[in-house]
Every structure is written in structure tokens, then in C-alpha cells.
């Protein structure tokens, strides 16, 4: 089973900075990546796949970067509605696996 | 719209059986591959289950196999997961999911909650 990391488990940035948060996969996983945000009392909802491309309506201030087994997400421009658990999670072999968020709080 | 509206959770005892039902509307359901997602309270997600869109491929976690059958009723438009054999560690929010991509869960329900304990 492919592991997935996250890092930091939490990142506090004020409302119009950048977040940056950070996926590492156990082995390779490509370009087999995906993220979702999660808010409270929510299910998650997908915003990149194929490490880089934005689902459609992802508002262009989330970039997704990165290729085998090092990524990043970030946000370039924080909104209050950004502020949720990140999940990043790997389809490349089964069983597809997550990482264990990075909760995105207001400074 | 994507529409998925799980149901069937609830408490049962150690040892005991549940079946989930997650109804699709709003797309073809019969194109789309399925899957259940969950998570425990206050923890990370974990992918539980996927189907194929014609109902011939299953795959699961390793945590749930041979306890758990997930299945699919295209001329329903629903999906199920009958969970057998259950454990405190399976309480969780049980999410459906469209499954595109190879792997992504791309529209997801709002979840049941299976609460296991005596």
C-alpha cells in the first residue's frame, strides 16, 4: 500500500497570503494525484486530479505542482472560504490512499 | 446535477450486518464507476470500495475484505454495500462517490453514519 504524507498537519495564514502545503508519496505514484478540501460537517470536494489540472469551477488561485512522489498545493491568495482540511490522495495503484490533511486555520 | 443520497446507517452491535444504499440521479449512472469512502470521527479518509460501471470489476480495502460486498443495480440507479461482521474500528461516515479518471471520487453524498458498538 502506498503511503501518503502531508505536511505541516497545520498551516495558519492570514486571509490574502499563500498556503503551500505539501503530499509525499511512499514510492511513485506519477502524476496520479489528486486533492480535495473538506470544511466541517461536509463531504470533501475534489479540486485538482493529475497533480496539476483544476476541476472545472476550482477558482484559478489553487496550482497544484509536483510528479512521482513529491507535490504541492497552493493557494495563492487565501479566501475565507478556504479555510478547510486538505486531503491529498493517490490513484495510481489500489488501493487508492490518502494523506492524513493538512488543516488550513485562519492567523 | 449529481445528486447521491446514502442511506441504511445506523447503530448495530459487534458481529452484526447493515446494508448501505446510495441513490443516483441526475447523470447515467449505468457510465460511472462507484465507490464507498469513509471516515471515522474526527479522522483521515479511506477509500472502502470500488465497483465498475458494468458491475464486473470489485476492489477492497484490506481492511473490509471478506466482510464487505460492494454492488450496483444499474436499472435502479443505486449503489449498496452490505457490511458484514462489523467492528468498532468501521464506525465511520460512509460516503458514496462517482469514480472517474481511473480514481477519482469526483461528486460525492453528503454520507451515513454506521455506528458500531454494544
Known amino acids: 500500500e502506498i503511503v501518503m504524507t502531508q505536511s505541516p498537519a497545520t498551516l495558519s495564514v492570514s486571509p490574502g497570503e499563500r498556503a503551500t502545503l505539501s503530499c509525499r508519496a511512499s514510492q511513485s505514484v506519477n502524476s496520479n494525484l489528486a486533492w480535495y478540501h473538506q470544511k466541517p460537517g461536509q463531504a470533501p470536494r475534489l479540486l485538482i486530479y493529475?497533480?496539476?489540472t483544476r476541476v472545472t469551477g476550482i477558482p484559478a488561485r489553487f496550482s497544484g505542482s509536483g510528479s512521482g512522489t513529491e507535490f504541492i498545493l497552493t493557494i495563492s491568495s487565501l479566501q475565507s472560504e478556504d479555510f478547510a482540511v486538505y486531503y491529498c490522495?493517490?490513484?495510481?495503484?489500489?488501493?487508492?490512499?490518502f494523506g492524513q490533511g493538512t488543516k488550513l486555520e485562519i492567523k | 446535477e449529481v445528486q447521491l443520497l446514502e442511506s441504511g446507517g445506523g447503530l448495530v452491535q459487534p458481529g452484526g450486518s447493515l446494508r448501505l444504499s446510495c441513490a443516483a440521479s441526475g447523470f447515467t449512472f449505468s457510465n460511472y464507476a462507484m465507490s464507498w469512502v469513509r471516515q471515522a470521527p474526527g479522522k483521515g479518509l479511506e477509500w472502502v470500495s470500488r465497483i465498475s460501471s458494468s458491475n464486473i470489476s470489485t476492489y477492497y480495502a484490506d481492511s473490509v475484505k471478506g466482510r464487505f460486498t460492494i454492488s450496483r443495480n444499474n436499472s435502479k440507479n443505486t449503489l449498496y454495500l452490505q457490511m458484514n461482521s462489523l467492528r468498532a474500528e468501521d464506525t465511520a461516515m460512509y460516503y458514496c462517490a462517482t469514480t472517474s479518471g481511473g480514481g477519482l471520487a469526483d461528486s460525492w453524498g453528503q454520507g451515513t453514519l454506521v455506528t458500531v458498538s454494544s
Open positions: 490522495q493517490q490513484y495510481n495503484n489500489w488501493p487508492y490512499t
Open positions: 493529475r497533480a496539476s
